[in-house]
Nanobody, 115 residues
Framework: QVQLVESGGGLVQAGGSLRLSCTASGSIFIINYMGWYRQAPGQQRELVARIFRSGATYYADSVKGRFTISRDNAKNTVDLQMNSLKPEDTAVYYC?????????WGQGTQVTVSS
């Protein structure tokens, strides 16, 4: 089994910044990718950013230029630096890790951006 522990959510004013962190532990062989999803009330869960073992990254169009994803392969951690936050970024953010062809999810951390 794989356990994910997230941290870093909170309340911030529009234009502010937050940094989310996620650490994976347990039965981990090779992590193929790590990433962050988010889900706002009444909305589907959407992929925000992903980083592959190679270091290649993907960002949703809505966060390009504002969010930066990074990972530490040795520590099995992934961070999401979120700058210039907007009220529409308000959601529960979930860490996602793919290892051994399985996806694992964190419990979610709330990010609230006030206008």
């Amino acid at each position: 089994q794989v356990q994910l522990v997230e941290s870093g959510g909170g309340l911030v004013q529009a234009g502010g910044s937050l940094r989310l962190s996620c650490t994976a532990s347990g039965s981990i062989f090779i992590i193929n990718y790590m990433g962050w999803y988010r889900q706002a009330p009444g909305q589907q869960r959407e992929l925000v950013a992903r980083i592959f073992r190679s270091g290649a990254t993907y960002y949703a169009d809505s966060v390009k230029g504002r969010f930066t994803i990074s990972r530490d392969n040795a520590k099995n951690t992934v961070d999401l630096q979120m700058n210039s936050l907007k009220p529409e970024d308000t959601a529960v953010y979930y860490c996602d890790v793919n290892t051994d062809s399985n996806d694992y999810w964190g419990q979610g951390t709330q990010v609230t951006v006030s206008s």
